[in-house]
T-cell receptor
Framework: KQEVTQIPAALSVPEGENLVLNCSFTDSAIYNLQWFRQDPGKGLTSLLLIQSSQREQTSGRLNASLDKSSGRSTLYIAASQPGDSATYLC?????????????FGTGTRLQVTL | EAQVTQNPRYLITVTGKKLTVTCSQN?????MSWYRQDPGLGLRQIYY???????DKGDVPEGYKVSRKEKRNFPLILESPSPNQTSLYFC???????????FGSGTRLTVV
């Protein structure tokens, strides 16, 4: 059974710092990995999608890497801003053609302080 | 605008009173799914559908029903809600294969 772990559970950093969020998964037979952002009481916003054959994806100040063989992904946020404060979730996708699901980690709650 | 729309956003109901949470997507996606989110447990899949008239159980299907009569709609039905179904519910849609999923804004359900 696929298990996804995110460390740390919570993180507080001062504005301007670069930071790394970690995601690990137990079964490397994934189709892709997706990073989401969730604001309190709100829905999930997709940030980056990495296919199993890719090593990294970038969008603005965000860079996500994937090492499928070791079951790890990182989300790097450069020059953090108070508006980056949210919970960040990673999810791995298994898609066999007859079944498809995302397995989520429990998230890292990020607070960027002034 | 491409989106997944859930209704209602908030719902308070009493134990045993049947309810339906609707989900609709305008992206012609084959795949749709329901998740619930609980503190400390993360998001867990309830049911999913690979296409019209094709549905299957996820990790926590007990107490829920779904139907997929049309490609765009995937309602979640609670025939007899109980307090342990108090949660934040998300609907998602996507294409099979390489693509990611798009999520709705969520439905916060409270069963008293």
């Amino acid at each position: 059974k696929q298990e996804v772990t995110q460390i740390p559970a919570a993180l507080s950093v001062p504005e301007g710092e670069n930071l790394v969020l970690n995601c690990s998964f137990t079964d490397s037979a994934i189709y892709n990995l997706q990073w989401f952002r969730q604001d309190p009481g709100k829905g999930l916003t997709s940030l980056l999608l990495i296919q199993s054959s890719q090593r990294e994806q970038t969008s603005g100040r965000l860079n996500a890497s994937l090492d499928k063989s070791s079951g790890r992904s990182t989300l790097y946020i450069a020059a953090s801003q108070p508006g980056d404060s949210a919970t960040y979730l990673c999810a791995v996708k298994v898609d066999t053609g007859t079944a498809s699901k995302l397995t989520f980690g429990t998230g890292t709650r990020l607070q960027v302080t002034l | 605008e491409a989106q997944v729309t859930q209704n209602p956003r908030y719902l308070i109901t009493v134990t045993g009173k049947k309810l339906t949470v609707t989900c609709s997507q305008n992206m012609n996606h084959e795949y749709m799914s329901w998740y619930r989110q609980d503190p400390g447990l993360g998001l867990r899949q309830i049911y999913y559908s690979m296409n019209v008239e094709v549905t299957d159980k996820g990790d926590v299907p007990e107490g829920y029903k779904v139907s997929r009569k049309e490609k765009r709609n995937f309602p979640l039905i609670l025939e007899s809600p109980s307090p342990n179904q108090t949660s934040l519910y998300f609907c998602a849609s996507g294409r099979q294969g390489l693509n990611g999923y798009t999520f709705g804004s969520g439905t916060r359900l409270t069963v008293v």
